[in-house]
């Protein structure tokens, strides 16, 4: 069997020499990538749009709000705090480091591989090489084969756009996602499923490399009607936004099922479908407002969630669907069985099975008894539920009274926990991910302490015991060393 490592060795080589030039170490350079981020997307903005409309059926102004205009946020944001994040931070000292002074750097990790998914290509891919650039890495991303499209406009305007001896974009799916983890990088940033996050995982322990995983799983929507305090109006278009408007509910972060109160569940049906017609029309199929269901695998493996019996008879709204345009309509399921796939496995799709419980609160045991989350979402103002849901539930975040929007937000971390992933990015927490944080101590020899030296003996033990702590009062009397550790 031939060696993989010839495949791609070129590429992996001279995006190494480049990082090893110290380029990329250049704040100028970072910035100027981070400027070229921004002309690609102002610039191939139709390219994108077009792209986006191909494979997901995105409507341009949907490609814009979810991906052009969030990744344009990103390149700023960065942009404008690069200087403050890459300035060295001066630290306290213990009186034991007494006189020294510290700081803490943060330096780039190397060479970065990105693997990104198919229902943001641009947002996913984008997000973490602002974050690898900001840090000052060299990157190899590699986009998802599903969408072809605009897999082919990341290669053509990367190239265009960025240093090319510095970011590169390798076409291709598992198999090239296989080639690439038999090199050596020095951060793999994956986002996915479990199943291939595995992968990932096993080819980096051979070399160590560090891992993010950004998967995904079932984000619950708790939706009390007890404490309707809330708007029902937004609340309801906020929902249906979480569960429908981002890529036609493909989201990682989209609302995957309601647990709701049972006596209000019948009005909660009756509301959704008044707002699905509102945001969608009479034929969604026609409304050029939801996207497309990715492929025909993933459209068959939806029908099937529909399709076990139990569950087809629990259908309250919707359920048509239409093969050849890879279209199923917005549907609300009322109690599917709890061990039915739709609701063991991440739907990923426009099916919103609505589960109800006695009381709200029992929401809290529901959800604590299935993996954790990428998100949680409640639809409350009942500030003891909130308290219980934060505390007593894990989950990479948590959002009341809306949905999906923390993803825009530069100063929360995004990323999972537990099933859903580790590690996190957006904003400061991107240019961490991609950084390695190292302590720089500088010592002086004005003063040293023969007691931390062998050969030991039990007056040795005694300065250890109290030395310090003489050290201290000698110090406090002395506001000028004070200052140093007191701060
Ligand atoms: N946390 C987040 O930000 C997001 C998480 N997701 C999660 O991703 C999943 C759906 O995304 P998919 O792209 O279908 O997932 P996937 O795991 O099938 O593919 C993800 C990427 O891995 C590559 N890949 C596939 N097999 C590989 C292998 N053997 N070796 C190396 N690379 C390989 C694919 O080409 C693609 O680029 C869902 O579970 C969803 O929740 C999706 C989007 C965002
Ligand atoms: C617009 C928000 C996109 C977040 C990535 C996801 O949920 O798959």
Known sequence: MGSLLGDFEEELQEVRDTFNSGKTREISWRKSQLQAILSLLKERESDIFKALNQDLGKHHVEAFRDEIGTVAKSAKYALGNLNKWTASKKVKLPLAA?????????????????????????????????????????????????????????????????DKSAIKVVEGG???????????????????????AQIV????????????????????????????????????????????????????????????????????????????????????????????????????????LLDEPLVKSSIVFGGSSNEEKLFIEPTILLDPPLDSAIMTEEIFGPLLPIITLENIEDSVAFIRARPKPLS????????????????????????????IIQYAVDTLPFGGVGGSGFGRYHGKYSFENFSHQK?????????????????????????????????????????????????
């Open 201 to 304: 995982m096993a080819a980096a322990a051979k070399n160590l490399t560090p891992v993010t995983l950004e998967l995904g799983g079932k984000c619950p929507a708790v939706v009390d009607f007890i404490s309707s305090t809330w708007d029902r109006k937004i609340a309801m278009k906020r929902i249906i936004w979480g569960k429908f408007g981002a890529c036609g509910g493909q989201a990682c972060i989209g609302i995957d099922y309601i647990l709701t109160q049972k006596k209000f569940a019948p009005t909660l049906v009756e509301l959704l479908k008044k707002y699905i017609m509102k945001s969608f029309g009479d034929n969604p199929m026609e409304s050029n407002s939801i996207a497309k269901i990715i492929n025909n695998k993933h459209f068959l493996r939806l029908k099937g």
């Open 376 to 403: 949680v979402y409640g639809f409350t103002n009942n500030e003891k539920l909130q308290k219980r849901m934060i505390s007593e539930t894990s989950s990479g975040s948590i959002t009341f009274n809306d949905a």
């Open 174 to 196: 598992a198999s090239v996602g296989e080639k690439l983890l038999q090199h050596n990088f020095d951060k793999i940033f994956f986002t996915g499923g479990g199943r291939v």
């Open 98 to 162: 007494f006189p020294s002074t510290a700081k803490l750097v943060h330096e780039p990790l190397g060479v970065v591989l990105i693997i990104s998914s198919w229902n943001f290509p641009f947002g996913l891919s984008f997000e973490p090489i602002i974050g690898a650039i900001a840090a000052g890495n060299t990157i190899i991303l590699k986009p998802s084969e599903l969408a072809p499209a605009c897999s082919s406009v990341l290669v053509k305007t990367i190239h265009d756009y960025l």
């Open 439 to 487: 302590g720089v101590m500088m010592r002086g020899y004005l003063i040293d302490f023969g007691f931390r030296y062998p050969p030991w003996n039990n007056k040795k033990l005694q300065l250890l015991k109290s030395g310090l702590r003489s050290l201290q009062e000698a110090l406090l009397h002395n506001s000028k060393y004070a200052q140093i550790f007191l701060g």
